[in-house]
Each structure stands twice: as C-alpha cells, then as structure tokens.
C-alpha cells in the first residue's frame, strides 16, 4: 500500500465493536489467561500484553503504523522525542563505549550528548561537519554507533544518508537516524543504509501542538552477531532480562526489542494511551498537510529572499542552496518546511522582528498547523556556547521559522508588518 492509505490504515484492526477509530485502551495492565499465558507473555514467546508501562494495544498501532511507514521491522513508541534519542543510544551504548555525531542537531540532543552522556562515561564526538570522512576520521573500536538528523534542526542540512551509512557499516556500527523533519512521507532513511530510525513524533506527525511522542524504529538490518566483541548486549544472555540474547531469539527486530525490555521497561518513558490516540489522528492527515506546509514554505522562503530588509535566508528548497543536490536525490526535490533567516541590521534587529510578530506564535516547536518563529541561539539552543552555536550550524542573529497551514496571504502581511517595525 501506499504511504497515504499506511498513514490512515496501518496496523489497526477492530475488533468486535468494530470502532472505526482506533480505541484508547486507557488500562495499566491486561489480565492473563492463566500461568501459562503468563509465563508465554513474559518470556516474549508469543505476543500479548501485561503491563502497560511496557506495552499497551493503542500504542501498538501507533507502533506498527510507524514501522510500516518507515520500512522497518517494528517500532517503539515513548513518551517524547528525547526519550527515543535516548533509549536510542542507550542501547547500543555502555560505559566507556563513543559514538560519533554530525554536529547539526537539535539543541537538547546536542546539550544530552555534550553534557549528559559523558557523565555516563559515554563519549558523544561531534564531527567538524555532516560529511562521511569527517565521521569517519572519528571512529574507533569502541565506537557503538553514528548518530545524525537526515535534516537538521535548525541548520536544515540534509546529510548523505548513503555515504555516512558505508562509513558506520564498514566500521561494524549501525547507523541511527533521527527522521523528526523530514518525515517517513518525504523520506525513508532505512531505504538510504539507515539501521534505526528515531523520531520526535510531537512535531509534523502529530501536526497540531498537542501531544509529545517519540519513536524507534528497527530497520532489522544490523548483523548483531557479526560483532559480539562490540555489542554484547544484543549477543549475550542478558541478565537484566532472564537471559535473553537478544540478537539469536530476535533476529528482526532485536534492537526495538531491547529498548522496550531494557531501557522502557526499566526507566519508563511510557507514551499515555491518549497521546497514541491524539498522534494517531496526526499521523492521518500528514500527507496532505505537508503539501501545504512546503507550498506555504517555498512562497514565504522566497518572500524573504527577494526582501531588501533580510540580509539572509537559509532553505533548503533553494537551487543555490549547497544541499540543493541531496534535497533532490533524497527527499525527491521536495522540502520540509522549516527556514532560519537574518535580518537586515543583525541580533538587535533579529530580536525585534520576533517580538512584532502578531500572527506567528513565538514559541518552542516546529511542524505545528501554526505558523511558529523562535530565536534558537536565545531558546532551543540558549545552553550552547558560542562555538558550539556555530558547530551546530545556527547564527546568532539568526530566526527560525516552521510554516504552517494559514492562508499564505496572512504570513506574509504578517513578517512584513514586523520587518516594518524591525528596520525602520
Ligand atoms: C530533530 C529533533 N529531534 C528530537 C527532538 C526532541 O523531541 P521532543 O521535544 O518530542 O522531546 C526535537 C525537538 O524539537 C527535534 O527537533
């Protein structure tokens, strides 16, 4: 099927009652059948569901919906996007283990990696840039994973999916790609060398500023067993979980599968049923508000380009953008609709446009039916240094924008009445 018909379909049966919408199963736990079925649903011999801290029927749309959208075997649905950016690593991750990153990320998964992480003993070493030999030049053999955006938020870099993916693979390490921006309708990074997916679903997926969410996704494609000395967690009997190994009783899957026995089970991030439910009612309607959000993006990109009081624009939708080509070969030309820009006159400038806005909220998100700004160097990304500002790819003047589903007409009056008051 296609991702349109997925989006509204996927993963969901009715059962008697026959609910057209998928039902919130509002339960902290499900009874079992007997000792039996127990013991079966607690080895993870057969599927089911016990307590809902790990696994609840309304996720598991959620879950299989995504993984069906994204290409991958299965998925884990959490509680936010940091939490799946965490669990992510944390899985593959032990103490003493690095992993490698391209440096244009979102602001708190720059602040956990630089910050957090290494408190873990876990080394985060960023990349001069989101090339394939710069990451390359930074693995080792305790490296346990690359970790990149396939767009960057805010930088709006789109990364080579395929040359990064020949780099981690050649090293023995998988390949984690944090898909929030693009999403899997404009972009399949397992298709593209990806091992894991994950996902901040609290933005265009949910689409309507509602609901946190986060995803895993398991591409299935890792050959675990091929690299015991670097990952025994997946190739040796687990103790945290009866001795599981995870890599030999689930092949498929074995990444999501420990992330949920270990990491959720265990620290609890869980996504509420009805915030499954709300991201659900997201997920159907994606397709046809990312034409709009891009249609709105491209004519509001081009307004700013063509305006003497705007000394910049970045977006990646523009020709002479330096991703234009990836933008092409892997997003099929197509832009999310995400933009930063500078205003004529600097910081102070900047600063003052964001305060006229009248119709854009000013406020922390992105992907949202409304249009939103935000001054990443004063919010998202307010605990970075000035160096890792310009590390991660963010101006200090610099504005970015996430166009929404208004009438274009609207937008424009409205950064042209605050440009009015920001350059007088
Ligand atoms: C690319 C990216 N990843 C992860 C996150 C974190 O998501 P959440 O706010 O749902 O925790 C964000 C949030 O903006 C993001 O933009």
Redesign the pocket.
């Known amino acids: 099927m296609h991702d349109e018909t997925i989006a509204i379909h996927g993963g969901y049966q009715a059962d008697a009652t026959r609910a057209v919408a998928v039902p919130i199963y509002q339960t902290v736990a499900n009874d079992f059948i007997d000792a039996d079925h127990a013991n079966a649903i607690m080895d993870l011999a057969i599927p089911g569901f016990h307590y809902n801290r790990i696994n609840n029927p309304t996720n598991d749309v959620l879950e299989k919906r995504l993984a069906a959208l994204e290409g991958g075997t299965a998925a884990l649905v959490v509680a ?4 799946a ?1 965490s669990y992510a690593i944390l899985t593959v991750a032990v103490a003493g283990s690095n992993f490698v990153a391209a440096p244009q990320l ?1 602001g ?2 720059y602040t956990y990696f630089a910050h957090v992480l290494p408190t873990l003993g876990i080394e985060a070493r960023f990349a001069v840039d989101d090339r394939a030999e710069s990451i390359a030049a930074l693995i080792d053999g305790k490296t346990c994973c690359v970790f990149v ?1 396939s767009v960057g ?1 805010p930088a709006g870099n789109v990364v080579d999916l395929e040359a990064v993916a020949a780099v981690a693979h050649g090293a023995g390490v998988p390949f984690i790609v ?1 898909n ?2 693009a999403t899997p309708l404009m972009l399949k990074p397992i298709r593209h060398g990806a091992d894991v997916v994950v996902h ?4 265009f997926v949910g689409g309507h500023g509602t609901t ?3 995803a895993i996704i398991d591409g299935g494609t890792f050959p675990w067993a091929q690299h015991d000395d670097r990952f025994p967690g997946f190739t040796r009997p687990e103790v945290a979980f009866h001795d599981v190994v995870f890599a030999r009783d689930f092949p498929e899957r074995a990444f999501v599968v420990r992330a949920r026995s270990i990491q959720l089970r265990n620290t609890g991030a869980t996504l509420s049923p009805f915030g499954a439910f709300q991201l659900l009612q997201g997920l159907e309607t994606l397709s046809v508000r990312l034409e709009r959000h891009e249609s709105n993006a491209r004519a509001v990109a081009a307004y700013l380009a063509g305006d003497p009081r705007v000394d910049w624009v970045n977006f990646p939708g523009f020709e002479d953008n330096p991703y234009h080509h990836l933008v092409e070969r892997y997003l099929k030309g197509r832009v999310p609709s995400i933009l930063t820009f500078g205003v004529s006159g600097g910081y102070a400038a900047g600063l003052a446009f964001f305060d006229a806005l009248g119709l854009f909220k000013r406020l922390l ?2 992907g949202d039916a409304k249009s939103l700004a935000i001054h990443p160097a004063s919010t ?1 990304h307010r605990q970075l240094s000035e160096s890792e500002l310009i590390a991660v790819g963010i101006r200090p003047e610099a504005i970015r924008l996430s166009i929404g589903l208004e009438h274009i007409d609207d937008l424009i009056d409205d950064i042209d009445q605050a440009l009015a008051i920001a350059v007088a």
Request: charge should be negative; proline fraction near 0%; glycine fraction near 14%.
């Open positions: 936010s996007g940091m939490a950016v979102y708190a998964t955006e938020n944090d929030t921006v901040s679903l609290t933005k946190l969410g986060g998100n992105l998202t």
